[in-house]
């Protein structure tokens, strides 16, 4: 999904919103700039990307830009067939021409989708499924991050009901045809804000207390690690992971954060760069012999928390958080 402006509040759609905490937390963000994915490409092993996707299908939601853009252009270089999932038809069918031209991959899809509107979403898995015989990988880069708190035609949250229930509902509706699927795998791109946040079981919505948009989006995040989790659990043939690129240049950073966008756009990643390791995820025989369900920087397993850090939660609570998201899932299910 584009990075853009809309009313009545300010929203940025994007990838992941661009890897770390915001810059005024209590984090370094040197971890996550340019220079530190350099230091850590020198241990990268080229032939981990040097293959052939040619018969693999892959999915790709917020593809039209940045780090989704990136992404799918990688793959579809390696003659990957992609589904492009945006929520802006001119500058989908304008970004997968750019991508057919530089490739020479026809196999380019788009589909038109906004995963804050629920209903379609489970709509959309739902045709997908009946439409096509195989999905080989998911990866759930689309996301936003709003400036205040709004609600969607159903009622729900726009940035909960788009970066959690759209990724869960997308998800939960494409794993019958994954597992199905020679070597299935789903990526999800979350964010180091999530170190910073410890999963929430109630008020999923953000309708008590004040909104921080920054904050709300870091919740998210964690979510979509514990969701990770979970699903690695329970499905044992599909390699699940999550990753965060880092900061990365892109026009979310510019727009939310101008001043810290002028003072650190010299060290902030490309977008290649901040999409190298859900790239890696996606097609690497070496990730697939990682854990599934674990958290990845710059190709490496890294901790989901800090060390000594306030943010584990329980199984109980896990299990919980899950019970709640498919509760609230099947009341958007078609019949």
Same mark, same amino acid.
């Given at each position: 999904m584009e990075r853009g402006l809309m009313s009545p509040s300010t929203t940025l759609w994007s990838g992941a919103v661009d890897g770390c905490p915001p810059p005024d937390c209590c /984090?370094?963000?040197?971890?996550?700039?340019?220079?530190?994915?350099l230091s850590a490409a020198k241990h990268f092993v080229e032939k981990d990307l040097e293959v052939s996707m040619a018969g693999r299908v892959f999915m790709i939601t917020g593809a039209n830009s940045g780090i989704g853009r990136a992404t799918a252009m990688a793959i579809a270089k390696r003659g990957g067939t992609v589904h492009m999932v945006c929520r802006n038809k001119d500058k989908a069918e304008e970004a997968r021409a750019d991508i057919v031209k530089e490739s020479g991959n026809k196999e380019?899809?788009?589909?038109?989708?906004?995963? &804050? $509107?629920?209903r379609k979403v489970w709509e959309f898995a739902e045709a997908f499924k009946r439409k096509y015989k195989?999905?080989?990988?998911?990866?759930?880069?689309?996301?936003?991050?709003?400036?205040?708190?709004?609600?969607?035609? $159903?009622?729900?949250?726009?940035?909960?009901?788009?970066?959690?229930?759209?990724?869960?509902?997308?998800?939960?509706?494409l794993i019958p045809l994954l597992e199905k699927s020679a070597e299935p795998r789903v990526i999800t791109v979350s964010s180091g804000g999530m170190l910073v946040q410890k999963l929430r079981t109630g008020n999923l919505q953000t309708e008590i207390g004040r909104y921080d948009g920054t904050m709300v989006y870091a919740q998210h995040k964690r979510q979509q690690v514990v969701m990770t989790e979970q699903w690695a659990k329970t499905h044992s043939n599909i390699h699940f992971s999550v990753m965060h690129p880092g900061w990365v240049d892109t026009p979310a950073v510019a727009n939310a954060m101008p001043d810290f966008h002028q003072s650190m756009k010299d060290s902030l990643r490309t977008p290649e760069q901040g999409a190298d390791t859900a790239v890696w995820l996606a097609i690497s025989e070496a990730a697939a012999t990682k854990p599934s369900g674990s958290f990845f920087q710059d190709r490496r397993m890294v901790s989901a928390?800090?060390? /000594?850090?306030?943010?584990? &939660? &329980?199984?109980?609570?896990?299990?919980k958080f899950m019970s709640v998201m498919e509760d609230l899932a099947k009341t958007f299910q078609p019949h």
């Amino acid at each position: 999904m584009e990075r853009g402006l809309m009313s009545p509040s300010t929203t940025l759609w994007s990838g992941a919103v661009d890897g770390c905490p915001p810059p005024d937390c209590c /984090l370094s963000i040197c971890v996550c700039c340019r220079s530190a994915f350099l230091s850590a490409a020198k241990h990268f092993v080229e032939k981990d990307l040097e293959v052939s996707m040619a018969g693999r299908v892959f999915m790709i939601t917020g593809a039209n830009s940045g780090i989704g853009r990136a992404t799918a252009m990688a793959i579809a270089k390696r003659g990957g067939t992609v589904h492009m999932v945006c929520r802006n038809k001119d500058k989908a069918e304008e970004a997968r021409a750019d991508i057919v031209k530089e490739s020479g991959n026809k196999e380019i899809y788009v589909h038109i989708l906004d995963l &804050s $509107e629920t209903r379609k979403v489970w709509e959309f898995a739902e045709a997908f499924k009946r439409k096509y015989k195989a999905l080989n990988v998911l990866i759930n880069n689309a996301g936003c991050i709003m400036s205040e708190r709004d609600v969607n035609a $159903e009622g729900l949250e726009k940035s909960f009901a788009s970066n959690v229930m759209g990724v869960y509902i997308l998800t939960r509706g494409l794993i019958p045809l994954l597992e199905k699927s020679a070597e299935p795998r789903v990526i999800t791109v979350s964010s180091g804000g999530m170190l910073v946040q410890k999963l929430r079981t109630g008020n999923l919505q953000t309708e008590i207390g004040r909104y921080d948009g920054t904050m709300v989006y870091a919740q998210h995040k964690r979510q979509q690690v514990v969701m990770t989790e979970q699903w690695a659990k329970t499905h044992s043939n599909i390699h699940f992971s999550v990753m965060h690129p880092g900061w990365v240049d892109t026009p979310a950073v510019a727009n939310a954060m101008p001043d810290f966008h002028q003072s650190m756009k010299d060290s902030l990643r490309t977008p290649e760069q901040g999409a190298d390791t859900a790239v890696w995820l996606a097609i690497s025989e070496a990730a697939a012999t990682k854990p599934s369900g674990s958290f990845f920087q710059d190709r490496r397993m890294v901790s989901a928390h800090l060390p /000594l850090a306030w943010t584990h &939660s &329980s199984q109980l609570e896990q299990q919980k958080f899950m019970s709640v998201m498919e509760d609230l899932a099947k009341t958007f299910q078609p019949h």
